[in-house]
């Protein structure tokens, strides 16, 4: 298929098969816990053994057990928060660069007052404000996408307008809602795929920021980055519990980093092709 021509490139490839095997970790990953990711196994901090491959954390949990465990929470949120901000800031997106009127200008100060606060800063004022609780937190880095989001789909849609066939669509007296679904929305999903890696690495990064300070999910929790949180006081004693999903954690970004790269880099000879 054309729109999984990325994958052909090296880059497009390492990438969808780093996301492939994080994926297979998160979602499968239950299937084949050897303990409850709650339960005490043994000794807190011990190192690898028969009955715990990677040890156990500081309670004496089974750390490979809350490893498979810990994945869904991350790319849950994560996922969520994204969609969230791509509905809100696409349709804000798309109606300012759509109406490029008075109604573009209300719009868009609004957006620019939000982009004036630094994501952590706004993070941590709506959760001080609502309380600590997982959809706060989804909300929470939803609003912290939305006005970039917003800002891009505004841009794109400003630049498909312009060309002929929505001029056409125009003059052949379509609906506002028509041009916007029909023409303008196929011509700017693909640019906006290649922003959405970006997109969604930023939210698992915030996710897991805000997880490790203890505002997101509570223990006992299975999750990677409360993992890290919780074991950083016996990295000595075992430094597996850490430094896995520690790993799992860079490696899920860096996959989703290649992935948009390379839908990018695609996109980009498309345009150039197109000129010749």
């Known amino acids: 298929m054309r729109a999984l021509r990325f994958a052909r490139t090296p880059t ?20 084949f816990a050897p303990h409850s990711p709650t339960k005490s196994i043994g000794i807190p901090g011990t190192g690898p053994s028969a009955d715990a491959v990677l040890g156990t954390d500081f309670l004496g949990r089974d750390v490979f057990s809350r490893l498979l465990w810990g994945g869904r929470s991350v790319l849950g949120l994560a996922g969520l928060a994204t969609v969230i901000a791509y509905l809100a800031g696409g349709i804000v997106g798309l ?22 606060f630094p994501p952590l800063l706004v993070l941590l004022v709506v959760i001080a404000g609502a309380g600590t609780s997982l959809p706060v ?21 400003l630049e ?8 056409a669509a125009v003059i052949r007296g379509e609906s506002t809602a028509a041009i916007l679904r029909r023409e303008i929305i196929p011509s700017i999903a693909g640019p906006l795929s290649a922003d959405l890696g970006l997109r969604m690495t930023f939210s698992i990064l915030l996710i897991a920021g ?24 016996f990295l000595e004693l075992n430094p597996w519990a850490v430094a896995v999903p520690a790993a799992l954690i860079a490696a899920l970004t860096i996959g989703l980093s290649f992935t948009g790269d390379a839908i990018a880099r695609m996109l980009g000879r498309s345009d150039v092709k197109g000129l010749r």
């Open 12 to 31: 497009g490839a390492i990438g969808l098969g780093i996301l492939a095997l994080i994926l297979l970790v998160a979602l499968a990953g239950p299937l």
């Open 95 to 116: 109606v300012a660069g759509y109406a490029r009127n008075v109604l573009d200008g209300l719009l868009m100060r609004f957006v620019d007052v939000l982009l004036a």
């Open 137 to 157: 937190l989804v909300v929470s880095v939803a609003l912290v996408q939305f006005p970039g989001i917003a800002r891009l789909v505004r841009s794109l849609t």
């Open 160 to 167: 498909a307008s312009g060309r002929g066939y929505v001029e």
């Open 210 to 233: 805000a997880n490790f300070l203890s505002l997101g999910l509570q223990p006992p929790a299975a999750d990677w980055a409360l993992m890290i949180a919780e074991n950083r006081d």
